[in-house]
């Protein structure tokens, strides 16, 4: 299996390259506008066809790369059903299965840090976006986000996974690159309550800024910007 793991510096944003062999096809999972053409070439050096992108939710602090590489690659375009972007070819439900040559995803339906976040399950790992981070989780306080909805999601879904399984997430501002379940129902500070009131209580108090690419970055998504539209 080919599992790449790139990192954007400016927004401390994963993407995540997905192929079950050179020369086969791929799929893309959280895409970064800026680094188009990094994916592009590593797609080329590995003789690997681009047939699936996805974003796991809108983002707020990067522009998507997801309209460049259907405009590059005419690639199919992945969000869930509750997505607003005018740029997606197909929004999977709850439970929907997404397959490509060697590999399939089962997609998770996990508002709460927007509504609508969803995760990606693969074999022995799942992207989480912003759902669950490393020792954190998504803020809750914009996009429709919900701090009850984001610990349904994570406490009756997310965290009932097998706690081997590898957490992939869409940010990190630490330098990690994954995590376990079993690592972040022991370690992870916001998730050691018991109630979804405890939860509310810590996640509606984090008085956060809004970040920086906000007010660019989500209507960006929404339309599906290309580089030729910046």
């Known amino acids: 299996m080919i599992f790449k793991q790139l990192f954007d510096e400016?927004?401390?944003?994963?993407t995540y390259i997905v192929a079950s062999g050179k020369g086969r096809e791929a799929l893309i999972i959280d895409p970064v506008i800026e680094h188009t053409s990094i994916y592009t070439d590593l797609f080329n050096d590995l003789d690997l066809s681009l047939v699936k992108t996805i974003d796991?939710?809108?983002?707020?602090?990067?522009?998507?790369?997801?309209?460049?590489?259907?405009?590059?690659?005419?690639?199919?375009?992945?969000?869930?059903?509750h997505s607003k972007s005018e740029v997606v070819s197909l929004k999977v439900k709850d439970?929907?299965?997404?397959?490509?040559?060697g590999v399939n995803l089962e997609a998770l339906y996990t508002p709460g840090h927007t509504d609508d976040s969803y995760?990606?399950?693969?074999?022995?790992?799942?992207?989480?976006?912003?759902?669950?981070?490393?020792?954190?989780?998504?803020?809750t306080d914009f996009q429709n986000g919900s701090s009850s909805e984001a610990y349904d999601s994570?406490?009756?879904?997310?965290?009932?996974?097998?706690?081997?399984?590898l957490v992939y997430p869409a940010h990190d501002y630490k330098g990690n690159k994954f995590s376990t379940i079993g690592g972040e129902k022991k370690n992870n500070p916001r998730l050691q309550v018991s109630?979804?009131?405890?939860?509310?209580?810590?996640?509606?108090?984090?008085?956060?800024?809004?970040?920086?690419m906000m007010d660019v970055a989500v209507p960006a998504n929404l339309k599906g910007l290309s580089l030729n539209d910046l």
Do not use: Q, W
Not at 95 to 101: L, N, R, T, V
Not at 130 to 137: A, P
Not at 154 to 165: C, Q
């Open 119 to 139: 995760c990606f399950v693969m074999k022995d790992r799942i992207f989480t976006g912003d759902t669950l981070l490393i020792n954190g989780t998504g803020r």
């Open 195 to 212: 109630t979804a009131a405890e939860y509310a209580d810590i996640m509606d108090n984090l008085n956060l800024a809004n970040p920086k």
């Open 10 to 14: 400016k927004s401390s944003t994963y």
């Open 154 to 165: 994570l406490f009756n879904k997310v965290l009932k996974l097998p706690e081997e399984t």
């Open 56 to 81: 796991t939710h809108i983002h707020a602090d990067h522009i998507s790369a997801m309209a460049e590489l259907k405009e590059r690659t005419n690639c199919e375009t992945i969000m869930g059903e």
């Open 95 to 101: 439970h929907e299965k997404i397959s490509i040559d």
